[in-house]
T-cell receptor
């Protein structure tokens, strides 16, 4: 069963805490992306990676970090430096031969 | 800063009518254009993409592209209540930025039975 999985579905963060969102794909896609979506707004790019062990900042990378140690996995860490982390986080992937991005189900992050 | 503009709506259309969704973009170098549908609380799913000027049809959906006017639209014929969703327009970065997409804020569409 191929696809993109994100976990957890809901995540609660306490003040000053770092949390990590998981994104895994078994589609053999090369490129992976992290977006943030706030209510009534479009998707804003946080980080993306086109190859293992390499990644680039998007438009709103401050307060976030990523790693790409395996082709299948692209975890996102929301650090304590991100002062307004409450949002819907979406992971996407695509093969390098296509421009269409395919999305996982998303993780909703809430602050306690 | 590359921009993609959409009317946020809500756009209300009677069931069975044609829904017309519009999107303008600022980067003349953009070459690929995408329409995604997003149901409330869910992730976006691709409806159509278009690369060439003109129309592209897929079932009840037609994408229209006019690069000279920097305008892309999505027409939904015979609108159904299940078409009620937010529609996101996305544009690639052109030759020097085609690894990224820039998304509009979306148009919320409501089909009235």
């Amino acid at each position: 069963d191929g696809g993109i999985t994100q976990s957890p579905k809901y995540l609660f963060r306490k003040e000053g805490q770092n949390v990590t969102l998981s994104c895994e794909q078994n589609l053999n896609h090369d490129a992976m992306y992290w977006y943030r979506q706030d209510p009534g707004q479009g998707l804003r790019l946080i980080y993306y990676s086109q190859i293992v062990n390499d990644f680039q900042k998007g438009d709103i990378a401050e307060g976030y970090s990523v790693s790409r140690e395996k082709k299948e996995s692209f975890p996102l860490t929301v650090t304590s430096a991100q002062k307004n982390p409450t949002a819907f986080y979406l992971c996407a992937s695509r093969p390098l031969t296509q421009e269409t991005q395919y999305f996982g189900p998303g993780t909703r992050l809430l602050v306690l | 800063q590359k921009e993609v503009e959409q009317n946020s709506g809500p756009l209300s259309v009677p069931e069975g009518a044609i829904a017309s969704l519009n999107c303008t973009y600022s980067d003349r170098g953009s070459q690929s254009f995408f329409w995604y549908r997003q149901y409330s609380g869910k992730s976006p799913e691709l409806i159509m993409f278009i690369y060439s000027n003109g129309d592209k049809e897929d079932g009840r959906f037609t994408a229209q592209l006019n690069k000279a006017s920097q305008y892309v639209s999505l027409l939904i014929r015979d609108s159904q209540p299940s078409d009620s969703a937010t529609y996101l327009c996305a544009v690639n970065g052109g030759i020097l930025g085609n690894e990224k997409l820039t998304f509009g804020t979306g148009t919320r569409l409501t089909i009235i039975p």
